[in-house]
């Protein structure tokens, strides 16, 4: 059964700070990747979504990256502001084309 | 854009009552899927539909029900609610077959349940 985990759960930078958060899964058979943001209260917005076949997607300052054969995928954030503040999802589908989650990292950016 | 919507942002029910939770989507997606997110223990899946009159139990169905009676609608049954339910609720949607791959999946605003 497909476990990801994030790391880490718990995030607080200064304004400006380029960062990177962390997503591993243990079963590298996935059709793809999901990156999502969550702000308190409210559901899940997508924000990058990488197939299995690429490298890595980017928009604006996003950029997610995918390795399956070592199983991880990396959010980078580049000169995050306050309002990147929010808990940061990510979710591998497999054959069954269900997303398994992980339990987010949770932003904190302060100014 | 894809739109899921969640017919409430928030709902109070008593214990024993019947309790519906109501998920449209605009985008004919073949894939819906009801979730329930706690604090420390993140997304479970507890039914998904993969088309009309289908339904497939999550991890969690304990305690529930669904109905996919159209396709744009999938619905979340609490037959007697309890308060170990009460919880964030979220409706996604995704397309399927090849494009599966890269169709995102598209979540609601969420519902927030508390039973009382």
């Known amino acids: 059964k497909q476990e990801v985990t994030q790391i880490p759960a718990a995030l607080s930078v200064p304004e400006g700070e380029n960062l990177v958060l962390n997503c591993s899964f243990t079963?590298?058979?996935?059709?793809?990747l999901q990156w999502f943001r969550q702000d308190p209260g409210k559901g899940l917005t997508s924000l990058l979504l990488?197939?299995?076949?690429?490298r890595e997607q980017t928009s604006g300052r996003l950029n997610a990256s995918l390795d399956k054969s070592s199983g991880r995928s990396t959010l980078y954030i580049a000169a995050s502001q306050p309002g990147d503040s929010a808990t940061y999802l990510c979710?591998?589908?497999?054959?069954?084309?269900?997303?398994?989650f992980g339990r987010g990292t949770s932003l904190i950016v302060h100014p | 854009d894809v739109k899921v919507t969640q017919s409430s942002r928030y709902l109070v029910k008593r214990t024993g009552e019947k309790v519906f939770l109501e998920c449209v989507q605009d985008?004919?997606?073949?894939?819906m899927f009801w979730y329930r997110q706690d604090p420390g223990l993140g997304l479970r899946l507890i039914y998904f539909?993969?088309?009309?009159?289908?339904?497939e139990k999550g991890d969690i169905p304990e305690g529930y029900s669904v109905s996919r009676e159209k396709k744009e609608r999938f619905s979340l049954i609490l037959e007697s609610a309890s308060t170990n339910q009460t919880s964030m609720y979220l409706c996604?949607?995704?397309?399927?077959?090849?494009?599966?791959?890269?169709?995102?999946?598209?979540f609601g605003n969420g519902t927030r349940l508390t039973v009382t």
């Open positions: 996604a949607s995704s397309t399927t077959g090849a494009a599966t791959r890269y169709s995102p999946l598209h």
């Open positions: 079963d590298s058979a996935i059709y793809n």
């Open positions: 990488i197939q299995s076949s690429q």
């Open positions: 979710a591998a589908a497999g054959g069954s084309y269900i997303p398994t």
């Open positions: 985008m004919d997606h073949e894939n």
């Open positions: 539909s993969y088309d009309v009159k289908m339904k």
